[in-house]
C-alpha cells in the first residue's frame, strides 16, 4: 500500500521559512518522480516544484516560488524535502507531496500517488 505523509507545515510570519517533508511508503522513491502542488482557500491546485526520478538532476519550479523554495530528496530515506524561504502571505495553502511515473514534472496527471496534505500559513 503506498502512503505519502507530509510533514512540516505551521504558521510562520512573512519572511521566515519552513521545510516540509514526504515520507513515502510502499513505493521506492528513487524510480518516482517527485511533485509539491498546493492548494489555497477557493482555487484550485498548482504546481509548486518537482524533483525527477532516480537521483533529482532534474527539477522545475512554478515561477511565483522560484529563487525561493527549493525541492530535494534524499532516495534512502524514502523521502523528499520543500524548503521554503522568503515565505509570502500567498503562500497559504495546503501542501501536497505526489509520487508519479512518466510524464511532466508540472502536470497533475503524471501523479498517481499523494499525500494528505500539510498546512502552510504565512501571516503578513
Known amino acids: 500500500q503506498v502512503q505519502l505523509v507530509e510533514s512540516g507545515g505551521g504558521l510562520v510570519q512573512a519572511g521566515g521559512s519552513l521545510r516540509l517533508s514526504c515520507v513515502a511508503s510502499?513505493?521506492?522513491?528513487?524510480?518516482?518522480?517527485m511533485g509539491w502542488f498546493r492548494q489555497a482557500p477557493g482555487k484550485e491546485r498548482e504546481f509548486v516544484a518537482g524533483?525527477?526520478?532516480?537521483?533529482?538532476?532534474?527539477?522545475d519550479y512554478a515561477n511565483s516560488v522560484k529563487g525561493r523554495f527549493t525541492i530535494s530528496r534524499v532516495n534512502a530515506k524514502n523521502t523528499v524535502y520543500l524548503q521554503m524561504n522568503s515565505l509570502k502571505p500567498e503562500d497559504t495553502a495546503i501542501y501536497y507531496c505526489?509520487?508519479?511515473?512518466?510524464?511532466?514534472?508540472?502536470?497533475?496527471?503524471?501523479?498517481?500517488?499523494w499525500g494528505q496534505g500539510t498546512q502552510v500559513t504565512v501571516s503578513s
Open positions: 524533483s525527477s526520478s532516480e537521483n533529482g538532476r532534474s527539477t
Open positions: 510502499g513505493l521506492d522513491i528513487t524510480y518516482y518522480n
Open positions: 505526489a509520487a508519479g511515473g512518466g510524464g511532466f514534472l508540472y502536470r497533475s496527471d503524471t501523479y498517481g500517488a
